[in-house]
């Protein structure tokens, strides 16, 4: 069962220390050494810029950059294979999609013409060639498929560049750093608060549901026969990932009552009308040379891409 | 410091939708200078009543409430928690949950940030100071053991400079020796920054060796206010508490004829105290080279072949194949910050039939790594692991448990159903046994569970959930039993039921391992003692023979149960390992 163990266990350490390293390793992220305001205002930017172009070579060409931003940023690589994955696969589908279904069109369109409803003696041999015709369109008319996936590339473009832009930003700056930002940017404390907070549940929950899952196991029973594939095992793993959350919500639950409590004997309520508390909170940003350029730079960057391609 | 004092007068409080009061007529002073321990069984009302000197009572929990709590002569009431928590500073017993940013620092900047203080920069570093953590400012909160993160959410507290700092159950989470660690700073607060301290406690030791006085809280009232020696004297009201004396208080009070009382007439509270007023043993038992060199010095040192031919014994008596066995296993966890950490270290070791094995170490020393790769739970990077003859390689955690339990040393993670019945019903539903109502119904009937039984394990108290986690594995009627830390929080209740459990299930069982800080635990029921650290076995011996070696314990930051300690004081040549065996060696003397 070694391969087994392969999935379930050696490689799940490995891709939550991966994760964790990109949510919370951000000391050498270059994004996390800009004004927090600034990099939040230009990734809402970058997220508007794409939808300004149509033709694919300066969108790829923003991939590109989008990539190089997200490698600076020390993005996990199992987050940006996992989106890779889901934006290729997405697009190859078209590929069998769009004949398959326009095959289903030409055979339903060729029985609705030739089929008599007064006559099901030659019922039969209609719908044979109405079979024949659809599969025949299905199999033979890749190119269509493929002008489709044309159709959709810069699409599929500028979701990605945005998703990769997201990626690069939340995982390079620090919570303190975004919510610090987001703060004096006029975002409600709430909120923020919200932000940090939910980083610093986030491993502890990763852990528990982890260990829940464990729980489970050594109280559950696998499948006797694990059918091809071993279909059976996975849907029982799956089941159990399942039914693991529904503990997962009452810890949460029942750790949040302490939480309340802390919180309230830290002052954060008598924080949230204390204009002193903001003004500490939110001190010590400035506006750098080097925030400008940046700024300028990536928009000189687009401007060029717009110009010249 | 000012002056300043907490004082309840005749409190009567009901949480709201609670049919009774939880306090009634509790009255209390807490004078400024004091290091208070507050006693009192499960449900007697001590965490309410602390609960009132910031005010969580009645701001955050508005039942209702009668009767008056002034903090430095302020009534609570005219106050509001966010400004009461500035004079009184509380550290909750689920201290996890009480930390709420990410990094160290941000965490212990937190309340004075938001009290808009200027200097917040300078309370972090000099709270951070003074537990110790300044170098792990920049640590995510989620990095940090237990025993760390229990001093971050003291120095949260510490930042507010509080006149008073209450503590819920500090050794009831932590292990003894990070409780221990907890103590030696508010012991550093009490002398040195004048700071009041309060703790909610059950173990008797720890008041013993810190407090200087205790409250028994009974039914919601303040039963008695004494100082600790006077208080730990009166062992009947303790023992109806569920609060059980240190060790040697106990031994004192079965001595026969007042032999164990000292010149002033009342039982010795601490170790140092004992070895006055006991009689000394008869010189028969004595080690002989006690006499010259004064005590444990005298003792040759446990050599490390010592060991080894201790160890090799049990298989060489013929007690059959090992039932596990580790073969130059390696295991490790990759890290965030230090690259791969190997925690064990081409490890060799075999369990046999009828061992009864304690794993003690340090924290980290690998404990739970090795009970987890008995589990199947994870394989070994290098090295083989075999359960009852299977490869854990190869078979998966759910065929293991056929044979195998592990009972989790956070008994929360093994809820999974919203009844405990349902919890311990799992496993033999999910293997469709028969007769599984009645099987349950003995369990939980076993282990005083009934009552319970219908509650969501989640929502009971930790000594509670631990029960329903030992009845949870009681239910899988197993033949290797894997105990990860089971008398986590210390108390001999716990430590009775543990040993129960393991009669009860004795039948069937044949391999028991238990990783334990308890010590207490493992001088009364293991018969084969692990010493864990460096990746590797340090020893592998009998409680005897681990015991009588005070360096090999001093490096593994372990602290002997009082009763060998005492042996130690006495100059025996072996250990004594428990109260009754003390008891007794000491009448035989004379």
Known sequence: MKYVDAVTDISIADVKVDLMRTAYANDRALLNTFDPRVVLIWSVLFMIVPWLFYDPR????????????????????YLLALLLFGQLTNVGFFVVLVPLMGGVVEAVSYLSGNLDPGALGEAVPIVATALERGVSTALTNQEVGIDAVGAVVPFFLKLTIISVISLAVFSAMSPQKISKGLLRLGVPRQLTFAITYGYRMMPLLVEEYHSLINSFRLRSQVPEKQGLLRWRYFLYLLKLSAKAFYPLIFNVAKRARVTVEAMETKGFSHSLGDERSRELRTGGMRIAPRDVTFVSGSLLFVVALGVFL | MSESSIVVEDLTFRYPGGDEP???????????????AIVGGNGSGKTTLCKTFNGLIPHFFEGAFDGRVT????????????????????????????????????????????????????????????????????????????????????????????????????????DPQNARETYERLRWLHEERDTTIVVIEHHSEFIADYCDQMVLVSDGGVAWKEPVETGLNRLDDLLAHDIHPPQVTQIAADLPADRGTRSDGRYPVTVAEAAGAFPTPAASDRDPRAATDGGARGRSPVTNEDRTVAASQPSADGRGDPLITLDDVGHGYPTLREGYNQVLDGLDLSFYRGDRVALVGANGAGKSTLLRLLTGLESPDE?????????????????????????????????????????????????????????VDDILDYLDLEHLADRDGRLLSLGQQRRASLGIGLATDPSVVLLDEPTGSLDLQSRREVTGMLEKAESRVETVVVASHDLQLVAEWADRVLVMGDGDVLADASPETVFADPDLLAATGLRPPQVVELSDRFGLDAPVLTADGMVETLTEGR
């Open chain 2, 71 to 174: 903090v430095g002569g302020v009534d609570t009431r005219d106050s509001d928690v966010a400004e009461l928590s500035k004079t009184v500073g509380y550290v909750f017993q689920d201290f996890e949950n009480q930390l709420v940013q990410s990094t160290v620092r941000d965490d212990v900047e937190f309340a004075p940030l938001n009290h808009g203080l200027d200097d917040y920069e300078e309370r972090a570093t000099r709270a951070l100071e003074t537990v110790g953590l300044a170098d792990l400012g920049d640590r995510f909160v989620w990095e940090l053991s237990g025993g760390q993160q229990h001093l971050v959410a003291l120095a949260g507290v510490l930042a507010m400079d509080p006149d008073f700092v209450v503590v819920d159950e500090p050794a009831a989470q932590l």
């Open chain 2, 383 to 439: 090295g083989t692991v075999t359960v009852m003859g299977r490869d854990t390689a190869e078979t998966l955690p759910e065929q293991l448990a056929d044979d195998t339990v592990y009972i989790h040393q956070n008994p929360e993670e093994m809820f999974v159903e919203d009844t405990v019945r349902k919890d311990v019903a799992y496993y033999l539903r999910s293997r469709g046994a028969e007769g599984v109502d009645d099987r």
């Open chain 1, 58 to 77: 300066p969108l790829a060409a923003m991939l590109a950059a989008a990539f190089v931003l997200a490698a600076l940023s020390q993005v996990s690589k």
């Open chain 2, 22 to 36: 939880v306090l009634r007529d509790a009255s209390l002073t807490l004078g400024s200078g004091a290091f208070t």
